[in-house]
């Protein structure tokens, strides 16, 4: 098969999903813009404030997408390349799309609280509790996990303790870019919301930003800290951004960031078209399109099972994710500006995701011919096959344009996992205040008193 008609015919597909299916939901629901969303109604400047529909899509997307369609299809293709593009585009479609819009859609009708808030209302206070102890429990294993993978994409190589500049180079690049767009993104929501700078030109001038921190920190880049360090620097970053307004951090690096992410997506798509176009061997996807339903094939030596359900769990974030719930009923809904909003930032996202999740199969697929004739140089890991297996379709004889387009991709992966790590520890922090709160009674953290006024203060 094909890999161009496999990512030609998944797009199509995903595309007809979204305007039939994704429409007739929002007609089933009764999408309406004459009601005012929370962002309106509860506007405060921290937690909600209305955004634009582009600059809240950059956030949802960059939140959600984490590292999900990169590592879950990289595992998931044990079973074959057939599986995998099934269960994008139907989970995508039916269960996905469908869940996010949902959840992002309920939260709204209910004052822009939690999924827990809704539980409440509809089950009791009881069920609330338990499902706000599992999802925060949950939120901590997401925290740790994205944050020791954001750590490895920054961290410095040590060979018997001594600093290895040319392994540490692409590490301590990303590292440089991420923190320069940290500073950017604070100087764009300053001026867009503080100054009243046009968005249009706000826009322009971030674009034009990040192709100059891309410049500085392929080219100057002189942090090089170990893995432990940076889990220190990381974790004081997220503390400061789980509290900090959305408009002078979150919007706007999500914003800005989800162009990067764009871009790399679209540069992806040009290497499987034009390894198409000019016949190479990297657009056929030589890989097995089935290879049984029980998988002893795991490059780990370990089994994942059978198919049903290791497919629909390590494709969690690709297809179909729990996070996406907490994502678009706790930062998402109360940020968003309209109802009409809703339907291309969760369902749309959604399945953007799924196209970032065939864009991750083909290079699978490029990185299992490429083990099979070089073992001695061989594509392993979620970064390196993601990075490598696409540079690798755009720059065969791996030059000095593999090497920057590789730095790109990981940097991709590095943002996409540091906004979903930064976007969790706020969610974890909304759940642990509705935990003590009575909504049924009006209670918020302003005009509750005693121990709740402590546990619930941000």
Same mark, same amino acid.
């Given at each position: 098969m094909n890999a161009v008609l496999v990512l030609s015919i998944g797009i199509v597909i995903l595309i007809v999903?979204?305007?039939?299916?994704?429409?007739?939901?929002?007609?089933?629901?009764? $999408?309406? !813009?004459?009601?005012?969303?929370?962002?309106?109604?509860?506007?405060?400047?921290?937690?909600?404030?209305?955004?634009?529909?582009?600059?809240?899509?950059?956030?949802?997307?960059?939140? &959600?997408?984490?590292?999900?369609? &990169?590592?879950?299809?990289?595992?998931?293709?044990?079973?074959?390349?057939?599986? @995998? @593009?099934?269960?994008?585009?139907i989970g995508g479609i039916f269960f996905g799309a469908v869940h996010d819009y949902g959840a992002l859609f309920a939260s709204i009708r209910h004052k822009g609280q939690s999924i827990g808030e809704v539980v409440a209302l509809n089950i009791g206070d009881r069920a609330k509790k338990l499902f706000l102890i599992f999802s925060y429990l949950t939120l901590v294993l997401v925290v740790a996990a994205f944050a020791s993978i954001v750590a490895s994409t920054f961290q410095a190589?040590? @060979? !018997?303790?001594?600093?290895?500049?040319?392994?540490?180079?692409?590490?301590?690049?990303?590292?440089?870019?991420?923190?320069?767009? &940290? $500073?950017?993104?604070?100087?764009?929501?300053?001026?867009?919301?503080?100054?009243g700078a046009s968005l249009a030109v706000a826009t322009i001038a971030g674009c034009v930003g990040i192709v100059i921190c891309l410049l500085i920190g392929l080219n100057w880049h002189?942090?090089?800290?170990?893995?432990? $360090?940076?889990?220190?620097?990381?974790?004081?970053? &997220?503390l400061v951004a789980s509290v900090a307004p959305v408009w002078i951090l979150l919007q706007p690096r999500d914003y800005l960031s989800s162009f990067l992410l764009y871009a790399m997506m679209a540069i992806a798509a040009v290497g499987v078209i034009g390894a198409g176009l000019t016949g190479a061997d990297a657009a056929h996807m030589d890989m097995p399109a089935f290879t049984g339903?029980?998988?002893?094939?795991?490059p780990t030596g370990?089994?994942?099972?059978? @198919?049903?359900?290791?497919?629909? $769990?390590?494709?969690?974030?690709?297809? %179909?994710?729990?996070f996406h719930s907490l994502v678009s009923s706790g930062t998402t809904s109360k940020q968003l500006d309209k109802e009409t909003d809703?339907?291309? %930032?969760?369902?749309?996202?959604?399945?953007?995701?799924?196209?970032?999740? %065939?864009?991750?199969?083909?290079?699978?697929?490029?990185?299992?011919?490429?083990?099979?004739?070089n073992p001695d140089a061989q594509l392993t890991g979620a970064t390196a096959i993601f990075g490598g297996g696409i540079a690798g379709m755009i720059d065969p004889s791996r030059g000095s344009a593999y090497d920057i387009l590789y730095?790109?991709?990981?940097l991709t992966y590095s943002a996409f996992c540091l906004t979903s790590l930064d976007t969790a520890t706020r969610l974890a922090r909304f759940m642990f205040q509705e935990f003590w709160l009575d909504g049924s009674k009006?209670?918020?953290?302003?005009?509750?008193?005693?121990y709740k006024k402590v546990l619930a203060n941000p």
């Open positions: 999903g979204y305007i039939f299916y994704g429409g007739w939901l929002a007609k089933q629901w009764g $999408v309406d !813009d004459s009601r005012p969303t929370p962002a309106h109604e509860l506007e405060d400047g921290m937690d909600y404030v209305p955004a634009k529909a582009p600059v809240l899509m950059g956030h949802h997307f960059s939140s &959600i997408a984490g590292a999900g369609p &990169i590592n879950g299809p990289i595992q998931a293709a044990v079973f074959g390349w057939m599986p @995998v @593009v099934l269960w994008v585009l190589t040590y @060979v !018997d303790g001594v600093l290895d500049t040319a392994a540490s180079a692409t590490n301590a690049s990303v590292a440089m870019i991420s923190l320069l767009f &940290i $500073v950017m993104a604070v100087l764009f929501g300053f001026f867009v919301y503080r100054r002189p942090i090089y800290l170990s893995n432990s $360090v940076w889990m220190w620097i990381i974790g004081a970053y &997220i339903f029980y998988d002893n094939l795991a370990t089994s994942l099972g059978y @198919v049903f359900p290791a497919l629909f $769990v390590t494709i969690a974030c690709g297809a %179909i994710s729990g809703a339907r291309p %930032i969760a369902y749309g996202g959604m399945l953007l995701e799924c196209v970032l999740a %065939i864009l991750t199969l083909c290079a699978v697929a490029y990185a299992y011919s490429w083990n099979a004739a730095t790109l991709l990981v009006g209670e918020t953290p302003e005009n509750v008193t005693g």
